[in-house]
């Protein structure tokens, strides 16, 4: 959507653009189960709420004590990323990958 505002003067046209059009990519609606890999280890459960090629919005318990960069390792599809946090709000992150999607083995996690 873009919303155009104008004054008394042709001249003076201001656009405005929303979220939607700065994303560098497309996302998709999904709801998929997935889990958040620490370095040490730890996996803590989420859900993945929307998705794109360059991130993702994540549903968590608890944004507490995250560090800035872990994996997203998603359930259905048992594949793992390196993603990087992009931004915070009470219990959903954003995160942007920061590598490509590997097979991994859910037994892992």
């Known amino acids: 959507m873009v919303l155009v505002m104008t004054t008394s003067q042709p001249s003076d046209v201001v656009e405005v ?3 939607e059009q ?3 990519a497309k996302r998709m609606r999904v709801l998929k189960s997935a889990k958040l890999i620490l370095d040490d280890m730890r996996s803590i459960d989420c859900a993945v ?3 794109s090629s360059t991130g993702a919005k994540v549903l968590i318990v ?3 004590n995250l560090p800035d960069k872990f ?4 359930v259905a599809d048992s594949t793992i ?3 990087e946090i992009a931004w915070t ?3 959903m992150i954003g995160v942007n990958f920061t590598s490509e999607a590997k097979s991994a083995a ?3 996690f």
């Open 17 to 19: 653009t929303t979220a």
């Open 22 to 24: 700065r994303r560098a």
């Open 49 to 51: 709420r929307d998705i």
């Open 62 to 64: 608890s944004g507490n």
């Open 71 to 74: 994996r997203l390792f998603m």
């Open 81 to 83: 990323r390196d993603v």
């Open 89 to 91: 709000r009470h219990d």
């Open 106 to 108: 859910l037994r892992k």
